[in-house]
């Protein structure tokens, strides 16, 4: 594989997981908003990455139920 077919790749890798966490991200604010704003105001993302990585896993295992 070349240098410019394995960038390509690179990018759309990167651009895959980007569009994936802010799809994550955007359902979290309309789903739980709570979470969201006390992650925020206590500059603590500990919650906030629990709950993307569980928004995450129940997407993937729905996806794959559906498969």
């Given amino acids: 594989m070349s240098l410019a077919g394995m960038s390509v790749s690179l ?3 990167v651009a895959v997981v ?3 966490l802010a799809v994550a991200t955007i359902w ?3 789903t739980d908003p709570v979470t969201v704003a006390d992650a925020v105001g206590r500059g603590d993302v500990t919650p906030l990455v629990k709950e993307l990585a569980d928004v995450i896993a129940q997407a993937l295992q729905g996806l794959l139920r559906y498969l």
């Fill in 11 to 13: 990018f759309a890798l």
């Fill in 18 to 20: 980007s569009a994936v």
């Fill in 28 to 30: 979290l604010v309309l």
